[in-house]
């Protein structure tokens, strides 16, 4: 209010001192003449030179005002003007879906990314009832606006909004209110962010988890098999003893109970741990790392250790893979290397790629604690672990291998010079998208952690 009212004085104060101005060197210059040219006039002539000089005077001082007035007006509306493409601009490049509201839930703002979200347009929301809302979501705003006019500041929630195709969209929602300036009503601000990816990389991680439980599971297995082979055992041995007796059916039969019994477990177990069906697509190399980059980076950054991406070498290069697989791979690396780093915090990762010779290739590179050069020919067998009992199953990193050749490719894992691990995954790439240069190297990870030399080893899985 208070630079509105100061506008206004300083409007108000510039336009009298102007005509004040003008008024006396109107009365000046006017006084000037007649001294000059009129001094000897009779009254009449005298009374029609000063009705003239009046006529004069509120004619230019009406022309100023106008002139004036006209001016500041072009001024405020072009202010008004760039105010209004500001206020839009940041509109339109918010990363969330912004919706503005009143207190009935009428809209009273909807930007582009509201539309993209939930596919209705501007013009269609605008005035109408929000459209996106249930009976349920919409007890749920009103809840949320008697809190903030009770004083909270902010209302954080994760909930679900409906778009124009009668889907539900998980929607990651921040709501505030103020007060509308212009009508002095209360406003209900809303800005949703789509939690879809993050939802389906969340149950990726739960899949992922799920798989390395096997670990865990290998010793109940051991445990459960034993009792029924042993019994296997002494029925052959007593089939062996009493091959002519009457016995002999009744002890096979127990005999293929039993094997049936471990057969039916196995089966289970493997249909337990059988990943689904690959759906291959085209998968920009630089995007996945930029998704897995910002999914995974928050996690480091809570154990105090910095995750840095790499990818813009593979910025429009595209793999033939499945998506799920590729982001699996990535997790149990990335998890790995997280593992490998201090608990004091200070660790760094680079997850990265760039164009090879034979396709495309990845790297995750870590100066964690590295391995024994002795075990690195077992790091890829299943159940081997380089951690203490009970931190590892030992799966991770065979999983990883297994993902890697049915995509068709390679897996290496590397000690580097400084400390740590490097681990190189080669894919095949799609022919028509590999125009980059071919990079012999991953340049940062080299200038960050170097490489010890290594010579092929036939029996690195």
């Given at each position: 209010?208070?630079?509105?009212?100061?506008?206004r004085?300083?409007?108000?104060?510039?336009?009298?001192?102007?005509?004040?101005?003008?008024?006396?060197?109107?009365?000046?210059?006017?006084?000037?003449?007649?001294?000059?040219?009129?001094?000897?006039?009779?009254?009449?002539?005298?009374?029609?030179l000063?009705?003239?000089?009046?006529?004069?005077?509120?004619?230019?001082?009406?022309?100023?005002?106008?002139w004036?007035?006209?001016?500041?007006r072009?001024?405020t509306e072009?202010?008004?003007?760039?105010?209004?493409?500001?206020?839009?601009?940041?509109?339109?490049?918010?990363?969330?879906?912004?919706?503005?509201?009143?207190?009935?839930?009428t809209?009273l703002?909807?930007?582009?990314?509201?539309?993209?979200?939930?596919?209705?347009?501007?013009?269609?929301?605008i005035?109408?009832?929000?459209?996106?809302?249930?009976?349920?979501?919409?007890?749920?705003?009103l809840?949320?606006?008697?809190?903030?006019?009770?004083?909270?500041?902010?209302?954080d929630?994760?909930?679900?909004?409906?778009?124009?195709?009668?889907?539900?969209?998980?929607?990651?929602l921040?709501?505030?209110?103020?007060?509308?300036?212009?009508?002095?009503?209360?406003?209900?601000?809303?800005?949703?962010?789509d939690?879809?990816?993050?939802?389906?990389l969340?149950?990726?991680?739960?899949?992922?988890?799920?798989?390395?439980?096997?670990?865990r599971?290998?010793?109940?297995?051991?445990?459960?098999l034993?009792?029924?082979l042993?019994?296997?055992l002494?029925?052959?041995?007593?089939?062996?003893?009493?091959?002519?007796?009457?016995?002999?059916?009744?002890?096979?039969?127990?005999?293929?109970?039993?094997?049936?019994?471990?057969?039916e477990?196995?089966?289970?177990?493997?249909?337990y741990?059988?990943?689904?069906?690959?759906a291959l697509?085209?998968?920009?190399?630089?995007?996945?790392?930029?998704?897995?980059?910002?999914?995974?980076?928050?996690?480091?950054?809570?154990?105090?250790?910095?995750?840095?991406?790499a990818?813009?070498?593979?910025?429009?290069?595209?793999?033939?893979?499945?998506?799920?697989?590729?982001?699996?791979?990535?997790?149990?690396?990335?998890?790995?290397?997280?593992?490998?780093?201090?608990?004091s915090?200070?660790?760094?990762?680079?997850?990265?790629?760039?164009?090879?010779?034979?396709?495309?290739?990845f790297?995750?590179s870590?100066?964690?604690?590295?391995?024994?050069?002795?075990?690195?020919?077992?790091?890829?067998?299943?159940?081997?672990?380089?951690?203490?009992?009970?931190?590892?199953?030992?799966?991770?990193l065979s999983?990883?291998?297994?993902?890697?050749?049915?995509?068709?490719?390679?897996?290496?894992?590397?000690?580097?010079?400084?400390?740590?691990v490097?681990?190189?995954?080669?894919?095949?790439?799609c022919?028509?998208?590999?125009?980059?240069?071919?990079?012999?190297?991953p340049?940062?990870?080299?200038?960050?952690?170097?490489?010890?030399?290594?010579?092929?080893?036939?029996?690195?899985?």
């Amino acid at each position: 209010m208070l630079p509105e009212r100061s506008e206004r004085v300083w409007f108000w104060t510039t336009l009298l001192l102007s005509c004040l101005t003008i008024m006396s060197a109107v009365f000046a210059a006017w006084e000037l003449v007649e001294q000059k040219w009129f001094r000897n006039l009779d009254f009449w002539q005298l009374h029609y030179l000063y009705i003239t000089r009046g006529v004069a005077s509120s004619l230019v001082l009406a022309a100023w005002a106008v002139w004036f007035v006209l001016r500041e007006r072009r001024k405020t509306e072009e202010e008004l003007r760039r105010s209004r493409e500001r206020y839009w601009a940041m509109l339109s490049h918010a990363a969330d879906a912004i919706v503005l509201l009143d207190r009935q839930l009428t809209v009273l703002e909807w930007n582009p990314q509201a539309a993209s979200l939930y596919g209705y347009g501007r013009e269609e929301a605008i005035g109408k009832p929000l459209p996106t809302i249930g009976l349920e979501e919409r007890q749920e705003l009103l809840q949320i606006l008697a809190r903030l006019e009770n004083g909270e500041p902010v209302v954080d929630l994760e909930t679900r909004r409906s778009n124009r195709a009668g889907e539900w969209v998980d929607v990651g929602l921040r709501v505030s209110c103020f007060q509308d300036v212009g009508s002095g009503q209360t406003v209900l601000l809303e800005m949703a962010s789509d939690l879809r990816e993050k939802i389906r990389l969340r149950q990726k991680a739960i899949e992922m988890e799920k798989l390395t439980s096997m670990g865990r599971m290998a010793a109940g297995t051991a445990h459960t098999l034993n009792t029924p082979l042993a019994a296997m055992l002494l029925r052959v041995g007593m089939l062996q003893d009493q091959s002519c007796s009457h016995h002999c059916d009744e002890e096979l039969r127990h005999l293929e109970s039993s094997t049936r019994f471990c057969q039916e477990f196995v089966q289970k177990l493997l249909q337990y741990s059988r990943p689904s069906s690959a759906a291959l697509q085209n998968l920009d190399g630089a995007e996945l790392l930029d998704s897995l980059h910002t999914f995974f980076r928050p996690t480091f950054q809570v154990r105090r250790h910095e995750l840095s991406c790499a990818g813009a070498p593979l910025r429009g290069v595209y793999i033939r893979a499945d998506r799920s697989q590729m982001e699996a791979l990535f997790a149990a690396l990335l998890m790995n290397s997280l593992d490998a780093l201090p608990v004091s915090g200070g660790g760094q990762v680079v997850l990265g790629g760039c164009i090879a010779a034979d396709g495309v290739e990845f790297f995750v590179s870590d100066n964690g604690c590295g391995v024994p050069p002795e075990q690195l020919p077992h790091i890829f067998e299943p159940f081997f672990t380089t951690k203490k009992a009970g931190q590892g199953t030992g799966l991770g990193l065979s999983i990883a291998s297994n993902i890697v050749k049915e995509s068709g490719g390679s897996i290496e894992l590397l000690n580097n010079s400084s400390g740590g691990v490097t681990v190189r995954i080669s894919l095949p790439a799609c022919p028509e998208t590999l125009t980059a240069p071919i990079l012999e190297a991953p340049s940062a990870v080299n200038e960050r952690f170097g490489h010890e030399p290594t010579t092929p080893d036939p029996h690195r899985r």
